[in-house]
Nanobody, 115 residues
Framework: QVQLVESGGGLVQPGGSLRLSCAAS????????KAWYRQAPGKQREMVAS???????KYDESVEGRFTISSDNAKNSWNLQMNNLKPEDTAVYYC?????????WGQGTRVTVSS
C-alpha cells in the first residue's frame, strides 16, 4: 500500500502564491504518474495538473500559466506551485498517484483565496 501526505495549504490573498507538496511512502512500489486534483464546495473533484515518469505535464486550462507541477523522483515527492491565485481556486487539493499497487490519494489540504 502507498500512503500520500500533502502539506502547504492555507489562506492567501488574491494574486498571492502557495506551494503544495506531496510525499509518498510505502514499500516496494513504483509511481507511474503523479497528479493534483481539487474539489470546490458543491462541485465535483477535478484534475488540476499531472506529470508522468517521462516528465510530460498536463494542466487544466483554468490554471495553465499560473500553476506548475514538479517532481522529485528520487524522493517520491511532487509539488504544485500556484501563482496569481484567484478566489475560484479555493478548494481542497488532493495529491494522487498511479502506482504499482493501484491509485493512491492524499487526505487533502485546504486552499482558501480571499481578501
Amino acid at each position: 500500500q502507498v500512503q500520500l501526505v500533502e502539506s502547504g495549504g492555507g489562506l492567501v490573498q488574491p494574486g498571492g502564491s502557495l506551494r503544495l507538496s506531496c510525499a509518498a511512502s510505502g514499500s516496494d512500489f513504483e509511481i507511474y504518474a503523479k497528479a493534483w486534483y481539487r474539489q470546490a464546495p458543491g462541485k465535483q473533484r477535478e484534475m488540476v495538473a499531472s506529470i508522468i515518469s517521462g516528465g510530460n505535464t498536463k494542466y487544466d486550462e483554468s490554471v495553465e500559466g499560473r500553476f506548475t507541477i514538479s517532481s522529485d523522483n528520487a524522493k517520491n515527492s511532487w509539488n504544485l506551485q500556484m501563482n496569481n491565485l484567484k478566489p475560484e481556486d479555493t478548494a481542497v487539493y488532493y495529491c494522487n498517484a498511479a502506482t504499482s499497487h493501484g491509485f493512491a490519494w492524499g487526505q487533502g489540504t485546504r486552499v482558501t483565496v480571499s481578501s
